[in-house]
């Protein structure tokens, strides 16, 4: 699991594509202090395990379904990733809970600056943003943001100078596709509710139930 408070900003240095797969090394600091073989680095919002590390790279291998739901396959030497390691338990959970298994993908339609922060619009599909609600929490490439506006096409969140600094956000131009994840409290109401309502009704066991079963 992840906060979605990005600790670095990585530099993908190679991008090995297969058929439908990638091998993807990436060039970071911060979250190699204490990496070990088979950890889990939350890149761009997606939960990868490191497979090989040094000093200062570490790789990923990015399956077909990944590279099929994310920006990930849209990667090249030299793109900036949002990074962060998995939270240890008993550390603050400044964000939110992010478990880099996302939903989708979105686009960025505008920026708009208000004083110190900036507004980005980001456009995306009906079936994510049924879970997107105002003043809930959303994911978008791994960072942790408020959802501080949404309607039936897109939703929008506002960028505080220190997110700017420390993730890739307003380093990307209108039209590039963002990973999201939203809040995963929804998806399970919404699997318990509909499972409840999809139950077998029960019967009574009577005569008639017998007879409809060819037991009387």
């Known amino acids: 699991m992840f906060t979605g408070l990005v600790e670095e900003i990585g ?26 073989l088979g ?4 890149t761009n919002g997606v939960c990868l395990t490191v497979t090989s590390f040094d000093s200062s790279r570490f790789t990923i291998d990015a399956m077909a379904e990944t590279m099929r739901r994310s920006n990930l396959k849209n990667l090249s030497p030299g793109d900036e990733v949002n990074l962060e390691r998995a939270l ?16 989708g993908m979105g686009t960025i339609e505008d920026y708009e600056r208000e004083d110190n922060a900036v507004w980005i619009t980001v456009g995306t599909s009906p079936d994510i943003l049924r879970y997107i609600v ?15 506006y949404v309607d039936d096409s897109v939703f929008k969140v506002s960028i505080i100078p220190h997110t700017k600094d420390v993730t890739t956000l307003l380093r990307k ?22 499972a409840k309502g999809n139950a077998p009704v ?3 066991i009577d005569l008639n ?3 409809e079963n060819g037991f009387a």
């Open 202 to 204: 029960k019967k009574d």
């Open 173 to 194: 131009k209108i039209g590039d596709k963002v990973n999201l994840e939203c809040d995963m409290i929804g998806k399970y109401i919404e699997k318990f509710l509909g």
């Open 11 to 36: 530099r993908v240095e190679s991008v090995v594509k297969s058929a439908k797969s990638a091998s993807i090394i990436i060039k970071a600091k911060t979250v190699l202090e204490g990496v070990k």
């Open 209 to 211: 139930f017998l007879s």
């Open 88 to 103: 240890s338990v008993g550390d603050r959970l400044g964000g939110h809970i992010v478990s880099g298994h996302i939903d």
């Open 134 to 148: 105002q003043k809930g929490s959303i994911a978008i490439d791994g960072v942790s943001l408020t959802v501080a």
């Open 39 to 42: 950890d889990s680095i939350c």
